[in-house]
């Protein structure tokens, strides 16, 4: 996710057409930990948003726009399919 997601935002339908059909499939993950940073993830996966800066001009000069992914695919991609490949991670206090 974290190097592409300025990807996923300029191709909105068919990247929630993916994320929807491989969602048993896909994490989200990022190389950096930078805070500041998250909320353009939530903002391209979770909002219908159109027309939005990327956080980092020198990547993309394009505008990203919003997934609008489905609750159901935002558990998966968030933590559900991480609980199924980490044994370790706590199985319980996560949403229902």
Known sequence: M????????RQPYAAA????????????????????EYP????????HDEYFNYYRPYHAFWKLYGMGL???VLKKLYYQ???K???GLPQTGWPR
């Open 70 to 72: 489905s609750d159901a």
């Open 40 to 47: 353009y993830y939530w903002r391209v996966f979770e909002t």
């Open 81 to 83: 399919n991480a609980l």
């Open 85 to 87: 490949v980490e044994p």
């Open 2 to 9: 974290a190097a592409v997601l300025y990807e996923f935002g």
């Open 17 to 36: 057409q993916f994320f929807t059909k491989y969602q048993d499939r896909v994490m989200f993950g990022k190389d950096t930990y930078e805070i500041t």
